[in-house]
């Protein structure tokens, strides 16, 4: 990636300033905007009850970004989460917004043992992964034998997209069933982002008091214009239904056998 690249824009950057924000407006501020793009308090919970998450739960969460949704389930559920995230600005953004110990790594080649985890999860993560397959095996591998796999997929509804944001391959059906296959996971269910309750108006008035702070501060920086085109494109994309949110729970397949 080079340094005019929206992911890093979005991932990194904006990562940093996000925490500025929060300061500035306070902590009750910091799950809402660290939560925006991975998912409502319902689709987490949606998740987190599939995958039973509870207390002590050992989660792991690649592509962690800054770390909102670990957060989340070690608040309302008393889950042990460990991050994992390519982006340095992002882990340090999780690390002074949450405290979450977090490590700098890419989700295709993870620094932990084999069967470390009861369960893993990775947010809006796998439309930016060219090699799907090795994403959701380091997943498979990371977690124990029957442990649960939980995927939140922007799936491709149209065999060819009008506009391809840079960095995003967005799977389509054939093919993101493809890759949980090659990675030994069995999809267990699956539900669509638009089928559950949407973000409550309080977190969705609390990120976006952060989104306009983050504006205020930088939007004559060309990496804030940069990161808002390209969050601009996707935004398109789902109203558009060109491509839709799907939560996806898996189970590592144990020993050969489904588990």
Not at 46 to 68: C, Q
Not at 133 to 142: D, G, P, Q, S, V
Request: charged share 25%; proline share 7%.
């Amino acid at each position: 990636m080079s340094e005019q690249d929206p992911m890093v824009d979005e991932f990194d950057t904006v990562a940093s300033w996000t925490v500025e924000a929060v300061r500035g407006l306070g902590a009750d501020h910091a799950l809402p905007a660290a939560c925006r793009g991975s998912g409502s308090p319902a689709a987490l919970d949606w998740l987190a009850d599939a995958l039973g998450i509870g207390a002590g739960t050992h989660l792991l969460d690649s592509g962690a970004g800054v770390g909102g949704p670990a957060a989340y389930v070690a608040r309302e559920r008393g889950a042990r989460p460990v991050l994992a995230e390519p982006m340095a600005g992002a882990c340090w953004a999780a690390q002074q917004l949450f405290d979450s110990p977090v490590v700098v790594a890419d989700g295709l080649r993870l620094p932990f043992a084999d069967a470390t985890f009861d369960a893993a999860w990775s947010l809006g993560v796998l439309c930016t992964v060219e090699d799907k397959a090795t994403h959701l095996r380091e997943l498979r591998r990371a977690v124990r034998p029957g442990g649960g796999v939980g995927l939140l997929v922007y799936e491709r509804t149209v065999a060819e997209l009008p506009d391809q944001p840079e960095g995003n391959h967005f799977p389509d059906r054939a093919e993101l069933e493809a890759a949980v296959a090659a990675a030994g996971l069995r999809m267990v269910e699956e539900v669509p982002l638009a089928d559950l309750p949407g973000t409550p108006d309080d977190w969705q008035r609390a990120a976006d008091a952060v989104d306009d702070a983050v504006e205020r501060q930088h939007r004559d920086d060309p990496r804030w214009v940069r990161a808002h085109e390209q969050e601009d494109a996707i935004g398109d994309l789902i109203s558009r239904e060109l491509v839709v949110g799907v939560l996806v729970h898996c189970r590592a397949e144990a020993q050969g056998v489904p588990a």
